[in-house]
């Protein structure tokens, strides 16, 4: 007896939980000793970059599905993605995407390398959490679809 294989096409969604999951670190950060705080703002930039990465490129399979084939899309960072999707440059986006370079590739000789410290604290936390929802909001405006939310 012979089987014919296949593949299902299956579309995880990572951009919901890592959504969900800046906001959990911040919750942590907030209510943590100041000793543990660094730590977990580190920790909420990169996730946010992260959620940031998966909700453009998951975004782009509803509304722009031949853009998301393109390889040259999927190998692009985050800002031009979002430019691609939606058209215009997000300054919220380049933001996230600098820190996290910043603290995902050692440059010490680069200005970003050194001044990326001022954004981790209570008040760089805050904002990181105002520019997550502006981003979700520009690409599926108040409420996002469903299949989205984990």
Sequence with gaps: MEFESFAPKVFL???????KHVFTLSELYFS?????QT???????LTAAAAVEAIVVEASIDINPELYSERRFLRAGAPQKYKKLMG??????????????????SEPENTRSTRFGEHINEDGVRKLLKQLEAIVTSIHGAVWPKRYIR
């Design 39 to 45: 730590a977990l703002a580190i920790a909420c930039f």
């Design 13 to 19: 969604l990572q951009s919901g939980g890592l959504y």
């Design 88 to 105: 215009v440059e997000s300054d919220e986006i380049k933001e996230i995407w600098s820190i996290r370079i910043a603290l995902a590739h």
């Design 32 to 36: 943590a000793e100041k000793k543990d």
